[in-house]
């Protein structure tokens, strides 16, 4: 299938399901590839993760930054239960990110069935689209038993 349908395909998913994130995402990189020459879409697949994934670090530490959350919130986070379950969970998911990060860069081949997947969770289930990074790390962790 042409890059041009296949980029037609994912922005009428993200309209149809009403997600934002998905049609936006792939008017951008429709008119990326109108572009002439492939320097920012070669520019989009080395930095976009990293761009993307400090962006949305500064979108949870924002409310810090606003002075939302005092300090005093934050140390009685770890003196509770659930709080100390959040860290727990919110570590396990950033190695899980970080194997993530370890495959795709290994594997690249499968980086097309993350895609997929990811669209189609984003678009027919109201998913984020961080779930490749993720979906990555647990597929990494499961990987030796798929070869």
């Known amino acids: 299938m042409d890059v041009f349908l296949m980029l037609l395909v994912i922005t009428a998913l993200g309209v149809i399901s009403k997600n934002a994130t998905v049609w936006m995402a792939g008017l951008g990189l429709l008119a990326l590839r109108l572009w002439p020459g492939d320097q920012p879409l070669a520019w989009t697949e080395q930095y976009g993760l990293k761009i993307g994934v400090i962006i949305l670090t500064m979108g ?54 993350l895609l997929i997947g990811t669209i189609i969770g984003v678009a027919l289930f109201r998913g984020v689209p961080v779930g490749p990074l993720i979906a990555a790390g647990i597929l990494s962790l499961f990987a030796h038993w798929l070869r």
């Open 60 to 113: 949870v530490l924002s409310p810090i930054a606003l002075g939302k959350i005092p300090w005093s919130h934050l140390v009685d986070t770890i003196k509770s239960v659930p709080g100390l379950a959040a860290v727990a969970v919110g570590m396990f998911v950033a190695y899980l990110g970080g194997r993530g990060a370890g495959l795709l860069t290994d594997q690249p081949t499968i980086v097309t069935g």
